[in-house]
């Protein structure tokens, strides 16, 4: 089966800085690559997605970029803000499946 | 993006009693539904999947006659724990997906606490 690994597992920044998260992936037959933001006592929202024929894609200050090559694909939040603090999620989706596999998350923490 | 409800937010039970749990999808219609469970500071553990009308498929070490899934309509299931004993305490969370949109829109998530 698929299996995710996120990294790193906590970021700290500080307020306006750049902040950027690694998944790597196993199934090559993986073809949509969603991010999730989660906040304490809420569920994950869905805030950027990829799908394999897209090499990168950006919504405002936040990017994503995927290397089928190398199975892996990153989040880019730039100038970041203390309301970006968050647990971030990255999954993988098998086609056909619709099941998605999740990173372990990311806890972001952004300092004023 | 789509919006899913989830009922409650929180709940505080005794010890062998059943607490049910509601996840709608107000705006579209769910031919898909998951639960997950999730302990603090981890990841998202998927428990089973629902189809409209059909049982669900539920992931190894899950036990389906703890936790019952019912998913009557294409915008309502409804998770059930039975006889919940404090090792059930956790946040649950439903997700939906449409019939041909792989896209996962999530509930805000149920705090199961049992005393």
């Known amino acids: 089966g698929e299996n995710v690994e996120q990294h790193p597992s906590t970021l700290s920044v500080q307020e306006g800085d750049s902040a950027v998260i690694k998944c790597t992936y196993s199934d090559s037959a993986s073809n949509y690559f969603p991010w999730y933001k989660q906040e304490l006592g809420k569920g994950p929202q869905l805030i950027i997605d990829?799908?394999?024929?897209?090499g990168e894609k950006k919504d405002q200050r936040i990017a994503v970029t995927l290397n089928k090559t190398a199975k892996h694909f990153s989040l880019h939040i730039t100038e970041t803000q203390p309301e970006d603090s968050a647990v971030y999620f990255c999954a993988a989706v098998s086609g056909g499946s619709y099941i998605p596999t999740f990173g372990r998350g990311t806890s972001l923490i952004v300092h004023p | 993006g789509a919006v899913v409800s989830q009922h409650p937010s929180r709940v505080i039970c005794k010890s062998g009693t059943s607490v049910k749990i509601e996840c709608r999808s107000l705006d579209f219609q769910a031919t898909t539904m998951f639960w997950y469970r999730q302990f603090p500071k981890q990841s998202l553990m998927l428990m089973a999947t629902s189809n409209e009308g059909s049982k669900a498929t539920y992931e190894q070490g899950v036990e389906k006659d703890k936790f019952l899934i019912n998913h009557a309509s294409l915008t309502l299931s409804t998770l059930t724990v039975t006889s919940a004993h404090p090792e059930d305490s956790s946040f649950y969370i439903c997700?939906?997906?449409?019939?041909?949109?792989?896209?996962?829109?999530f509930g805000s998530g149920t705090q199961l606490s049992v005393l």
């Open positions: 997700s939906c997906s449409g019939a041909t949109n792989e896209k996962l829109f």
């Open positions: 990829i799908r394999s024929n897209v």
